[in-house]
């Protein structure tokens, strides 16, 4: 499968507890974006990655959230000490780079939290 | 702050009808245009993109770009059932290589047969 592979599609957590959802990007993209969505919401950027490098984090909260993307492996998306306010869809979209290039989407995880 | 603006629908249009789907954007400086198709319960698919004034179009799709108005369109023509989803518009906001994409609400079309 070529397309941006997301895991697990479907997490649930009690509150307290942490939270990793991973995306591994298209082939040949080293750009990883993440974004939110609440629902009845619009989809929000939380952050922006390349290999071992945050670009931006500009709309991740400052508390308890926090991403990676290590030389090898998959991007990780932690959110720790989870509440209620976490439950939502979290899309990671990758690119091949360049402000004109578009960004594709994976399928999401759906976080649940109890 | 930047913002992206779509009416949220639902837009109704009948089989065979052509959809026109709008948005206006706050970033005068925005670089590049996309249209993104979302099923409930799905993630955003790709569907247009559009960096200079004018028309681009492909198959049923047309995306309509206007820089000085600051508006972007999707025409969707001979408009299906399989179309009903929601369209969310993005805009991209600089000359900065892989920045962000700042998304509206996104408006619900739906296609009856």
């Known amino acids: 499968n070529a397309g941006v592979m997301q895991n697990p599609r479907h997490l649930v957590r009690r509150r307290g507890q942490e939270a990793r959802l991973r995306c591994s990007p298209m082939?040949?993209?080293?750009?990883v974006y993440w974004y939110r969505q609440l629902p009845e919401e619009g989809l929000k950027f939380m952050v922006y990655?390349?290999?071992?490098?945050?670009?931006?984090e500009s709309g991740m909260p400052k508390e308890r959230f926090s991403a990676e993307f290590p030389k090898e492996g998959p991007s990780i998306l932690r959110i720790q000490q989870v509440v209620r306010g976490d439950s939502a869809a979290y899309f990671c979209?990758?690119?091949?780079?360049?402000?004109?290039?578009?960004?594709?989407f994976g399928d999401g995880t759906r976080l649940s939290i109890l | 702050q930047k913002e992206v603006e779509q009416n949220s629908g639902p837009l109704s249009v009948p089989e065979g009808a052509i959809a026109s789907l709008n948005c206006t954007y706050s970033?005068?400086?925005?670089?590049?245009f996309f249209w993104y198709r979302q099923y409930s319960g799905k993630s955003p698919e790709l569907i247009m993109f559009?960096?200079?004034?004018g028309d681009k179009e492909d198959g049923r799709f047309t995306a309509q770009l206007n820089k000085a108005s600051q508006y972007v369109s999707l025409l969707i023509r001979d408009s299906q059932p399989s179309d009903s989803a929601t369209y969310l518009c993005?805009?991209?906001?600089?000359?900065?290589?892989?920045?962000?994409?700042?998304f509206g609400k996104g408006t619900t079309l739906s296609v009856s047969s």
């Open positions: 082939k040949g993209h080293s750009h």
């Open positions: 990655l390349q290999k071992e490098n945050i670009i931006d």
């Open positions: 979209a990758s690119s091949p780079g360049g402000f004109s290039q578009p960004q594709h």
């Open positions: 559009i960096y200079s004034n």
């Open positions: 993005a805009v991209n906001g600089g000359n900065q290589a892989g920045t962000a994409l700042i």
């Open positions: 970033d005068r400086g925005s670089q590049s």
